[in-house]
């Protein structure tokens, strides 16, 4: 028995196969690092820069044993990328042979996302025959939001605990002082 197939009973018994289309998503992104598509970018992959292009691709493909028709494909973008070309974001398939696949290609840009340092999110892609089969998958993308006017990071740990003790302190004895006067 394939995945793909199941029984109908029949009147007069016997239960002949009834083929079914399958519809299967593969959605990657381009990491420029590693020269090649994967599944999602991590915060430790490649983190994108506002201005700069992401490259997705969408494989969609029937894995099933019958046509698929007017395949519904819908993409979204996360709220930091907006569409800049290639293919677009929704579309319509006429049909899919039992077997044969389309691969689209999404180009977004990563537009300022305000004072956020840096934000992952995932890009979503969904597809529905007219059969009723559908998939969807998702590739996570990261951007780095380089704020203006900063070229140095204060500096933080170990040196400040002297100032942050002579504080304390300080307050320490004025609570002190004013319970002894009460």
């Known amino acids: 028995l394939r995945a793909a197939d199941h029984y109908e009973p029949r009147y007069g018994g016997g239960q002949p196969w009834v083929k079914t289309g399958k519809l299967l998503i593969n959605k990657k992104v381009w990491d420029s690092d590693a020269k090649s598509f994967v599944d999602n970018l991590t915060i430790s992959n490649h983190r994108f820069q506002v201005g700069d292009e992401v490259t997705f691709t969408v494989e969609i493909k029937n894995s099933g044993d019958t046509t698929l028709t007017n395949i519904s494909f819908v ?108």
């Open 75 to 182: 993409d979204t973008l996360p709220s930091f990328l907006t569409w800049s070309g290639a293919d677009g974001l929704t579309s319509i398939i006429a049909s899919l042979d039992p077997g044969q696949s389309l691969t689209k290609t999404i180009k977004a840009k990563v537009v300022d996302f305000g004072l956020v340092a840096t934000i992952c999110n995932v890009n979503l892609a969904v597809a529905t025959a007219s059969d009723g089969s559908s998939d969807r998958d998702s590739a996570q993308v990261c951007a780095e939001n380089k704020i203006k006017g900063v070229t140095t990071i204060p500096s933080t740990g170990p040196e400040m605990f002297v100032e942050v003790a002579l504080v304390g302190a300080g307050a320490l004895g004025f609570y002190l002082r004013k319970l002894k006067s009460l």
